[in-house]
Structures are given as structure tokens and as C-alpha cells.
């Protein structure tokens, strides 16, 4: 059975920083997640789900949304099975709730790219 937990939410005033991990354990259709591309999207309240980040499974190959660029740096530890999402410079409306999203191949931003979801972390930064 596949699992991914995010952890490393929680409170934070803008300016300061977060470090977001998504473990994930289990084999996904066989194979192991360090052959996996994973990505980091977030939901604000009644917003839809949007893309933050994502990472090829060598983590060679990275993209950032617009709204992050800058601020945040996505990685990789595969011998962990774990992905992290540095965040930085916080803003207010960076506040939602963060998921990670794993899927083989080279998906690109779009949800429905992705296979495995976590169940999702809150992030919420203050003015």
C-alpha cells in the first residue's frame, strides 16, 4: 500500500521560512518512489489546487510556479524516499494546505498528472 505523509506545517509570521517533507514508503505499481517525479501543489480556501513545484526522479530537472519563484527550492533525498519544499520569504497568501503528489514519468503541472497524493499539511502565515 502506498503512503505519503507531509509534515514541517504549521504557523508562521510573513518573511520567516518553512521546510515542508513528504515521505513516501511502499511500492507504486511495482516500482520504487526514487524512480518517481513528485511535485508539491497547495489549496487555499475555495481556490483550486494549484502547482508549487516539481522535481524529476534524478532531480535534475526542477520547475517552480510563478508565485513561488525565488522563494522556495524543491529536493530530494531518494535514498529517504523524501521530498522537501524549502519555503522562504512567506507570504500571507501563501497560506493553504500543501500536498505532495507523486507520478511516473515526466508529468508536468497539472493535477490529473499525478497518481499518489498525500493527505495534505496546513501552512498558514500571518501578516
Known amino acids: 500500500q502506498v503512503q505519503m505523509v507531509e509534515s514541517g506545517g504549521g504557523l508562521v509570521q510573513a518573511g520567516g521560512s518553512l521546510r515542508l517533507s513528504c515521505a513516501a514508503s511502499?511500492?507504486?505499481?511495482?516500482?520504487?518512489?526514487?524512480?518517481?517525479?513528485f511535485a508539491w501543489f497547495r489549496q487555499a480556501p475555495r481556490q483550486e489546487r494549484d502547482f508549487v513545484a516539481g522535481?524529476?526522479?534524478?532531480?535534475?530537472?526542477?520547475d517552480n510556479a510563478d508565485s513561488v519563484k525565488g522563494r522556495s527550492t524543491i529536493s530530494r533525498d531518494n535514498a529517504k524516499n523524501t521530498v522537501y519544499l524549502q519555503m522562504n520569504k512567506l507570504k500571507p497568501e501563501d497560506t493553504a494546505v500543501y500536498y505532495c503528489?507523486?507520478?511516473?514519468?515526466?508529468?508536468?503541472?497539472?493535477?490529473?498528472?499525478?497518481?499518489?497524493w498525500g493527505q495534505g499539511i496546513q501552512v498558514t502565515v500571518s501578516p
Open positions: 511502499g511500492r507504486a505499481s511495482g516500482r520504487t518512489f526514487s524512480t518517481y517525479a
Open positions: 522535481i524529476s526522479w534524478s532531480g535534475r530537472s526542477i
Open positions: 503528489a507523486a507520478a511516473w514519468g515526466c508529468p508536468g503541472p497539472g493535477l490529473y498528472e499525478y497518481d499518489y
